[in-house]
């Protein structure tokens, strides 16, 4: 699944591509996705949700697999930075716990979709289309 890990940048970064924020935060490899994750808002969630639901209609998989998936570039450049820069990502082990809440975000918008999807289908079912 492609896409997940797509959307999920796309839901974190594209705030920040949106509306520069005030203060930016320099990073080694990726400052977009720093400042994406230093300024989270109101807009990464409810986006973060909408990826999710959209992951849910297209893909049949658990709702937590496509959280998880949806997240992963995000800890993956927290570890090329770090190699990069030892210094950075001091509080990393809470950096992947606050993923982990990202993911789970999705993961509701997924279970949300799952839940429509059956709803639709099941009175198909019944009539025997």
Known sequence: MVIAPLLGLMAMILPVIVERPARWHDSPLFPMIRNAVEHVGPW???LLFLAGVVLGFLSNRRALQL?????????LAAIAEMFADPTSHNL????FVIYGFYGLVVAAGAALAHRVRRRRARPEAARGV
């Open 92 to 95: 990393w082990p809470f950096e």
């Open 67 to 75: 959280g998880l998936f949806s997240i992963l570039l995000l800890p």
């Open 44 to 46: 990464q969630l409810v």
